[in-house]
């Protein structure tokens, strides 16, 4: 089992950059997959990015492809969120989360992300 922290988040104008970080404790953090994943006002929560455990080839959802990048450090048991022109309808609540299996069994609390106009 893995918990998970997240950080980084802020209010930023639009076309800033913000980095997140989630960090996780435990041993077995490289064996996890690790994703991103957003909740905006008033909408359902959606997928962001993901990174195999290998540090493999990593996914993205439409929306922030080209903007957004994932990377993580096992050594650090930490993945990232490398955010680039960030827009008005970026603003969410972004979760870390990390699957061992077929879906992603720990979540992070959360850290809000507001882009004003």
């Known amino acids: 089992q893995v918990q998970l922290v997240e950080s980084g988040g802020g209010l930023v104008q639009a076309g800033a950059s913000l980095r997140l970080s989630c960090t996780g404790s435990g041993r077995t953090f490289s064996t996890y997959d690790m994703g991103w994943f957003r909740q905006g006002p008033g909408k359902e929560r959606e997928f962001v990015a993901g990174?195999?455990?290998?540090?493999?080839?990593?996914v993205y959802a439409d929306a922030v492809k080209g903007r957004f990048t994932i990377s993580r450090d096992n050594a650090k048991n930490s993945v990232y969120l490398q955010m680039h022109s960030l827009k008005v309808e970026d603003t969410a609540v972004y979760y870390c989360?990390?699957?061992?299996?077929?879906?992603?069994?720990?979540w992070g609390q959360g850290t809000q992300v507001t882009v004003s106009s």
């Open positions: 989360a990390g699957r061992a299996g077929t879906s992603y069994a720990y």
């Open positions: 990174c195999p455990w290998s540090g493999g080839n990593s």
